[in-house]
């Protein structure tokens, strides 16, 4: 397969633990978006990296989320000090970011702070 | 910063009706608006796209109209099918390059 995939596929936690999402993209495609949806909402933007560089952070993401892409590959997203409203779907897309183009969106990680 | 509402929330429509998705937005700068379609515990997947230089875009039962005066598009399904049932997502291409994506419209087609 080699659409974007993302591990682990589900996540339980317990509040204040941290945990972290790994994103593999397309293997030639140089955009990376993470996105969070929660039940009966669209995806919500939360950041993306054309290559290893990091060009957004939504103003709603809180300090106790980071995302890196150290060699502009493969991504990993961060969450620290886990509340319960951390409780979504993390979305990863990838694109080739030649212009305006579609998403190739994982399967995506869920993650449950109880 | 860019912002998306779609409407309506939920629609309900018999085999073989149309079905009308509306958004607008807020960016007059925005030029790219694609549609996106999530089965129920699957991804969101592209169905179609336009882009601002052209008024109207058609892929066999799908269709995309847009108004940039207006700031607004629409999704038309035609010909539905109880396949066509998912969630439905406009989106718009916001400053930076990233995609802002509406509520979502869960559409059902009664058999």
């Known amino acids: 397969d080699t659409g974007v995939s993302q591990d682990p596929r589900h996540k339980i936690t317990k509040r204040g633990q941290n945990v972290t999402f790994r994103c593999d993209p397309i293997?030639?495609?140089?955009?990376l978006y993470w996105y969070r949806q929660t039940l009966g909402q669209g995806p919500e933007f939360l950041t993306y990296f054309q290559n290893e560089a990091q060009l957004e952070k939504s103003r709603l993401l809180s300090d106790r989320f980071s995302a890196e892409r150290p060699k502009g590959s493969f991504s990993t997203l961060e969450i620290q000090r886990t509340e319960q409203g951390d409780s979504a779907m993390y979305l990863c897309?990838?694109?080739?970011?030649?212009?305006?183009?579609?998403?190739?969106f994982g399967e995506g990680s869920r993650l449950t702070v109880l | 910063g860019e912002n998306v509402e779609q409407h309506p929330s939920t629609l309900s429509v018999q085999e073989g009706d149309s079905a009308v998705i509306k958004c607008t937005y807020s960016?007059?700068?925005?030029?790219?608006f694609p549609w996106y379609k999530q089965e129920l515990g699957k991804r969101p997947q592209l169905i179609i796209d336009i882009r601002s230089n052209v008024g109207e875009k058609k892929d066999q039962r799908i269709a995309v109209t847009l108004n940039k005066t207006a700031k607004h598009f629409s999704l038309h399904i035609t010909e539905t099918q109880p396949e066509d049932s998912a969630v439905y997502f406009c989106a718009v291409l916001g400053w930076g390059g990233k995609l802002i994506f509406g509520q979502g419209t869960e559409l059902s087609v009664k058999p």
């Open positions: 293997s030639e495609h140089n955009r």
């Open positions: 960016d007059s700068a925005s030029n790219y």
């Open positions: 897309a990838s694109s080739s970011g030649q212009g305006p183009g579609e998403l190739f």
